[in-house]
């Protein structure tokens, strides 16, 4: 399951920067994973880590397009990834059949990494949010 509290920080819909909380407190870091920041950045939005990195090892939070792959099926899906309200767990929200689907199952993740790629988004897609009535 998550090991680690990392998020990223969003003015709207821009990437400021990301945040991940250490036994000395929060570090704030630039949009280049390396570049340190000084202060706290301007930001109105955070969305967490999910726990997992896609086939090319990049962080996957929350509100991110991905396409994914369903056991040996050829053919990769849309989803989104949101977290479910009630159970308080992340999932992936299919585009087309809109089933959601949890990452975890009594800490083992349903879905492999080399089967999941970011392509982008959720806030960089008003058009899917208004759809999927998220905000």
């Known amino acids: 399951m998550i090991t680690e509290n990392k998020y990223r ?4 819909a821009r990437i400021i920067g ?5 036994q000395d407190g ?6 280049e994973p390396l570049w340190w920041m000084r202060g706290k950045p301007n930001y109105n939005q955070i969305d967490k880590f999910v726990g997992i990195q896609d086939k090319f090892h990049r962080d996957i939070y929350e509100k991110d397009l991905v396409n994914y792959r ?3 099926q050829d053919q990769m899906r849309k989803g989104v990834i949101l977290t479910n309200e009630a159970t308080d767990q ?3 929200l299919d585009l087309e059949s809109q089933h959601f689907t ?10 492999q990494s080399e089967k999941m ?3 982008s988004h959720l806030f960089n897609h008003p ?3 208004a759809l999927l009535d998220i905000d």
Do not use: M, P, Q, W
């Open 102 to 111: 949890d990452l975890f199952v009594s800490g083992i993740c349903l879905f």
């Open 117 to 119: 790629e970011i392509y």
């Open 127 to 129: 058009e899917l949010e």
């Open 26 to 31: 929060l570090l704030f870091k630039g949009r």
């Open 70 to 72: 369903i056991n040996a």
């Open 18 to 22: 990301y945040a991940e909380e250490t």
């Open 90 to 92: 992340f999932g992936i």
């Open 9 to 12: 920080l969003r003015l709207n």
